[in-house]
């Protein structure tokens, strides 16, 4: 019997083990793959508040694995299901283990939703990225190319606007799913350019992104796009997330797959807690993952003293 079993060893769930052992709860962090989450795979983090001079994802994953580990368990393998109604709370591994917790914080995050085009995983952190706020520095007067048409594609172009020398939104239809007033601000940014009815069918490179290939859905004409001088790009991919959360699907509140909380993590179950890009939230980052878990470490403590849900 634990006190705590965290699902998820990514940034938030690492931080949720770390507070969590610290106040001497009994806890087990479960994770299926490497510790870090997707952060893990980022080549260099520069946002993380007190990060070291050209951190590595993979550098500061490991450092968060090694100091929650002086505090908690730690086991390596797939949930397969979950029970939580109930006082105790049960986990069911894919080697036949059923592991019992008064407390369980879901920390399973969410994946990106990629294109699956040539060039996209060849050319990962190599010009092509998921985050306009961890990796836009890079692209520092060059061509920046942005593939979506929701709020977050958008928005993220605007923002991106500080970076590149030009930035272009390639959508596959000519009207977005962004808010009106966010595809205003684009269109009356001199920065912004538009590749509509179109989608991008191929990525390029050397050792990094050099050009795309795009299609109009409606003519079928292709193009190359690319620098005027051949100076490598960077290509932006937002056309969403897929949260990692069918395990629990019937048994806790979602909306479009994200898992419902309060502002202390708090779920629909008591005694069940979510935290990080999993849960429904405006900003997925590796700051407001940790931030997620520290808040439900700390109100799962005082849950467990015997203050009420």
Not at 68 to 84: D, G, H, I, P, R
Not at 140 to 147: A, K, T
Not at 189 to 202: P, Q, R, Y
Not at 212 to 233: A, F, H, Q
Request: proline residues 2%.
């Amino acid at each position: 019997m634990y006190d705590i079993i965290i699902l998820g060893a990514g940034p938030a769930g690492l931080t949720a083990g770390l507070y969590a052992g610290r106040s001497k709860l009994k806890t087990l962090i479960i994770e299926k793959n490497i510790p870090g989450g997707q952060i893990a795979t980022t080549a260099f983090v520069d946002n993380y508040p007190g990060s070291m001079e050209d951190a590595t994802g993979m550098g500061l994953s490991d450092r968060m694995y090694e100091q929650a580990k002086e505090f908690c368990e730690f086991l390596t393998t797939n949930v397969t299901s979950v029970e939580l109604e109930g006082e105790v709370k049960k986990v069911h591994t894919e080697d036949g283990k059923t592991l019992e917790a008064k407390v369980i914080i879901i920390s399973t995050g969410a994946s990106q939703r990629k294109l699956d085009i040539p060039g996209e995983s060849e050319f990962a952190n190599m010009g092509v990225s998921y985050c306009a706020t961890c990796d836009g520095p890079f692209y520092n007067g060059l061509d920046i190319f942005v593939v979506g048409g929701g709020d977050s594609a958008v928005e993220e172009a605007i923002y991106l606007t500080k970076f590149g020398k030009s930035v272009t939104i390639i959508h596959r239809r000519d009207e977005f799913r962004a808010s009106q007033v966010v595809v205003d601000k684009a269109r009356a940014n001199e920065k912004i350019k538009f590749e509509l009815d179109s989608v991008v069918n191929e990525i390029r490179g050397d050792k990094e992104t050099t050009s795309l290939i795009i299609e109009n859905v409606k003519t079928g004409d292709k193009k190359e796009l690319k620098s005027d001088n051949n100076d490598p790009i960077g290509v932006f991919i937002f056309v969403g997330y897929i949260p990692q959360t069918d395990i629990f699907k019937d048994q806790i509140e979602m909306n479009y797959g994200y898992i419902v909380t309060d502002s202390d993590m708090k779920t629909n179950i008591e005694g069940v807690f979510a935290v990080g890009d999993n849960r429904e939230k405006s900003v997925r980052q590796m700051v407001t993952a940790a931030g997620d878990g520290c808040i439900a470490a700390v109100v799962a403590n005082r849950y467990l003293e015997g203050q009420v849900w």
